[in-house]
Every structure is written in C-alpha cells, then in structure tokens.
C-alpha cells in the first residue's frame, strides 16, 4: 500500500514535470458564492456550477436536453413504466477512496429522501423504494410511472456522494467528498472554492486541468473587467449589455446557449391581488399591452427570447399552437372597458436588481398607454422573497431557473398543490392535464397534455411569461471544449487550455 | 437703540443681523449662495426648462451619446439625460431641505428643554442623543430606510432622524452657556415665565451657529439621498433621483459614461454649495474665530 502510494506520488510528479513547470489552473468567476457544497442541501445556481465538477450524476443532459450515461450507463423500465432499472458504470471511486456501488446509489436516495435539511425530498417523492440488486444494478421502484424521473436525476438528485463521508450534513458540506472530475481542497467564504485533480477519476483522460479555482465576482461588469485582464479563464453569466465587448475582443471568446429560465409577471389571484385578481379580461389586456420584443430589445439588447410561455421554445414541450400575440393598445382598452373597471390600478413588487426594474418601467410604460395606472415597489430580496413567499404582492417579476422537464416548471406553478404556486391559482381542468403530463411516458402523449396545459394557463393568464434569459459564458479565446447546455452548467469535461 | 441698561437680547439679536450682512460680502456666501439659487431655480422651473419628460422613454434612442437632440444623451431606456438630471433636482432638494427642518424642528427645541432645565430631563434627551450618535450616520439612516420601506418622503424622514441628534447637542451646548448671562439672570429675577425666557432670550442668541448647522446639514442631507436612492432605498422608479441614475449608470460606464458624469457631476457641485454657504455663514456669524 505504501509503495503504490509512493509510485502513484512519482508518477503525479512526472506528469506535473513533463506537463511544465506549472500546474494548469481554470480561474471561474462565479456571480454568487454557491450556499451548501452538499448535493441534498445545495439551493443555488451557482452551485451547481462547481457541483458539476465535484460530483458526478447517475445520468447528464446533452445540448438537445436528451438523457446520456454518467455513473450510470444503461436503464430500461418495466411495462407499466413503473420500475427503473439501472447498469451502473464500474471501476467508480469515491474522493475518500470508497468504491461506488449499487449500494452507494441506495444509500444516497434514502439519505436524501430523509435527511432532515435535505431539499430533494419532493423531487424523489414518488421514488418508493430502491433496490440493490447486484454490485452494478440498482432498481427505483415507484408509486406511479413518473416520467420526469430520469431529468430529476440529471441534477442534484442524482449527484452520488460517498456514504461513508455523509453521515453529517454539516461536515460533509465542509469536506465533500463524491465521485466528480475535481477534489475538493478548499473554501473561503465569499471569495473562492478551490478544488483540485481526481487522479483515481474514471474519466480522467478527459480532464486537462490540474485545479479550478471558482473566484466570487458578484459584478458582471468586474467579472468582465477580470476576464479582460487574464484574471480568469471563465466567466458566467455575462451582462447582455457587455456582449459586444466580448464579440469586439480577439482574446475573448463567448459561448451561448438557449436556457430554460423564464422570466414572468406572476399575478396574484387570491385577496391580495387588486383588480387583476378578479378579471382575465383585465390579465389579457395587460399582456395585450405589453410588446415583450421591445422588452427584449431595451433591456437585453435582443439577446434574450421573447416568449408568451413558461417553457422556452428551445424545449420541445414549448406549444407552437398559442403563440405570442402581437402588442395591440386597442384590444387592450377594449377589454378594459369590458371589465368595468374604468382605470384598474396595479403594483408591481420586483427584487431590486437593476434588470428587474429595468423591465418593470418599460412595463409601466407600456401599459400606462393601454390605460392601467402602473405602481413600482422595489424591494429588497430578501423582504421581497418574504412577500412573495405569503402571497403578499399584487403583481411579481418572478425568475424562476427552469428544469430540463416540463413537470416541474408547471406542476410547481400552476398545479393546486404546487410549491410555488402563491397567487391561489385553482383549476382542476389545469391538474388533470398536469397529471397526465406527468404520468405518461410517451413522448408524444406528453407533448399533447403540455400543450393542453399551456392553452389552459395562457386563458386563465395566473402568470404573465416574459422571456427566456439566454446563458452567455465569456471565456479567454484559446481555451477549447466548452460547451454550454440549457441547464447554463459549466461542464469541465473536455475543456482544455490553450496549446502552447 | 441699545442702551447699557437693556440687556435682553435685541443688542445680540442686532449683532445676528450684522453678522448676516457681513456674510453676505464672503466669497465662500456669495458662490455658495448662488450655486444653492442656481439648483433651487432649476428645481421649481423644471417643467419649463426640461427639453423631455423625465420619465418618458425612447426604445429607439437608448443610451445614445450626448447630441444636439439630448445634450447630455440618453440612458438605458432613452431617456433624456438632461431632463432627469434636471427633474432630479428637486428630489434632492426637497430631501436635503426637508430632511435638514426635521431635524431642525425636533432637533432644536429637545436641545432648548434639556440645556436649559438640566437634570433628569437633560439625562434622558442626551442619552437617548448618545445613543442615536453611537450609530454612524449613514447606517443609520440606511437602517430606517430600510425599516421604513423605499419611498423619498421615507428617505427624507430617514436622513431627519438621523441628523436630529445632533441638532440636540449644538442646541443644549449653546442654551448651557447662554444662560448663564447676566441678561438670562436678569429677566428671571423680573419674573418672565421658562417658556417665555426660551423663546424670547435664549433662541435669540443660540440661532447663529444652528443656521451654520442648518446649511451644513442639506450637505449632507442631500449626499444621503444619494447614497439611499443609489441603494434602492429613495425615490422610486420611474421617478428620477440622482442617485439612482448613477445607480445604473454604473453598469454602463465604459460603454455610457455619460450617464454617470452628469448626475455625478450635480451632486459635487450643489454640495459643494451648500458647504461653501456654510463655511461662510460660519465665518460671518463667529467673529470669535477669526
């Protein structure tokens, strides 16, 4: 043991040697400092970001949004679609050198679906029981066929850690140890996370970096600054309004991808909502108001999507048969005028980030012409997130990040029980198109309910879509391999420094 | 008109409106005191002036440099720079003026009572005046902003509690030294009432150096809605406020730096008004120092 501790030691340092003199480091600026490093406690985007180093999923999206193999690396369902079986990838080791196994993958479910801190609890919900079978197959039994299972195992639910180093949520979160590319190695609070080589990775040949560095740089213009310098070697989520800097810089490179956020004006149907609440007719007219283009275009400089629905149109859940409607003042005053309500008034309540309230006056604007008398009410997140969470606002720009399955963008909205359903939306004719959508694993038996579901949602108008923020990534020119998915993760696998 | 044996306050009141004349031939007055006119002119007649609406937006002219049709350019949502700077006078005017009477009108008269009866009185209105000092004065008034919830009348109440205090100890210094003059001992051994003796002998000859305050305090007042309107906290949008356009326009400097140079530069030069104005007045009103 000593001596192949020892070997193993040499042979790191004659690939450092003949690598250069240097250890390759990828710099990541990260707008926030991720919350929990543990996967059943994490609730940031950010996170997610260093997570996809850190620790490998069961199963990983492609740029199409289509499942692909990652620890596992083949599964097939039984006939009424409600057990998974899965061949799980062998030769895995854990970061604290435990090996990976059919009873890893038991193990990390159950912790997860109990742990009291633990945030997956609703995602793997319907998983009954999990059995291991052998060392490599692991079997997810359900209560019903729930199709968006294998999307909710493509994030942190399906992220393995080491059951040996997570016995305690909170020292695992402080020394994590899973299966991913990258070690940890350590973090400063508020300033960086910094992680370093897996030797023993499955992937390794695929891996070029020998640490990453994720710097919190919570300015998108510092965070371009910094980019510009060579202070980093990526950067996320650049300022739509900085993206002709990036395109005009030779040195820089940016690399996009269609997300599946969406940006809506969530309307509250219930006592608190105003005069919103109690007419559609008032809802269709304040869309009819609004020119999401022109929105897209001043505050985004048009390099957002536009789009009437929850679901981006990169999705294939997004419906062609309700599309988004012209902006028509007309139309619009004329519904005013049906609704009785001679000149409605209503309050818009955002977190004051710059781009929300950017978007919240051209809002006011744009309906102010159709007749509405439009109220701004910034606030600050966390009273803002508070007043959202009891119902207590009229109108609210909510951002909301997507999944890579419909079910849990819509049932979460709009479903009677749905978590963040807040404006006291109800519509059985809604939760049965949404169970079907949910139970059924025909691809095009979804695609039909998604579609009811949207022509339901876009009548009733309980939420006014915006657009579909856009992933913009900067990165240093010569850097290759990086590629962007709808989930906005930045995925190091493949991603080398420039050839020297 | 004043003679040896009227020693009740009118001789230093006379002095006070000397002292004002004389103030007014300082340099540091005469700058001051126009800078002030200058922005309270631009504040009233700003319906008249503004080329644009302040709030009215152009999609097609966003962040266009300065020109002929908007000499200071456009910002984010095309609106016309030099109107909101213009409109945005009055935001900060109408904080730094009414922030600084709060103040005044509650920071004065709890001075008068605690320096003039002392005692227990004194103890409580200078303790809970330590205690309101012990808190730097912008966290403060970031505190009750936050508190209050964002709104300029908010930020004015914010930005007056917070510069009361300090109203509370000038006054009392002064009213502890004024009464012990012969002229206060005078007229309370002819029988006039406290209230009377306040109002008519003390205030009289404590007014100079809380008018210095006074000018100082809209300073610093109107820096304060700056910083508040640049955190969320002030005049709400779409309305316009100094500081919340450079608030933005922080996010385009490179790329529209005007958007930031010209309400960056209103908010120098009208603070360095007032403190000129105060600086002056302080001159004038305390021979003393010269």
Redesign the interface.
Known sequence: MRVTNEIMALATFAIMASSGAMAQTLRVGLQDDPDSLDPATGGTYAGRIVFDALCDKLVDIDANLQIVPQLATEWSWNEDQTALTMKLREGVTFHDGETFDAEAVKANIERMQTMGESRRKSELSPIASVEATDATTVVFTLEQSFAPLLSILTDRAGMMVSPAAATSADAFAENPACSGPFEFASRQSRDNIKLTRFEDYWNADEISYDEVEYDIVPDATVRLARLQAGDLEVAERMAPTDLAAIRDDAGLALHTAPGLAVSHLFVNLGENGGDLAASPDLRHALELSIDRSVINQVAFSGEFTADNQMIPPSSDYHSDAVPMPERDVERAQELIEQSGIPSPTIEITFENSTTDARVAQIIQQMASEAGFAVELLPLETSSAIERYLNGNFELYIGNWSGRADPDPTLTTFFGSEGSQNLNGYRSEEMDAALEEGRTSLEAEARKAAYDEVAQIYLEDLPTIPLYHPTWFYGSQAGIEGIEIYPDGILRLTGVKPTAN | MNTATDMSGPRRRSGTSMALRRALTQPGVKIGGTIVVFFVLVAILAPLIAPYGP?E?D?MA?RQPPSAAHWFGTD???RDVLSRVIYGARSSLAAGITAAVIALVFGVPLGLIAGYFGGLVDMVISRCTDALLACPFLVLAIALA?FL??SLQNAMIAIGISAMPIFIRLTRGQVISVKQEDYVTAVRAQGLGDGAIIISHILPNVVAPIVVQMTITMAVAVLAEASLAFL??GQ???APSWGSML??A??????APWMAVWPGLAIVVIVLGFNLLGDGLNDALNPRDD
């Open positions: 709030t937006p999609w966003i984010d949502l095309g936050a919830g964002p969320g906290l709400r949008p779409p608030d933005i922080r996010q385009f400097l490179v790329e």
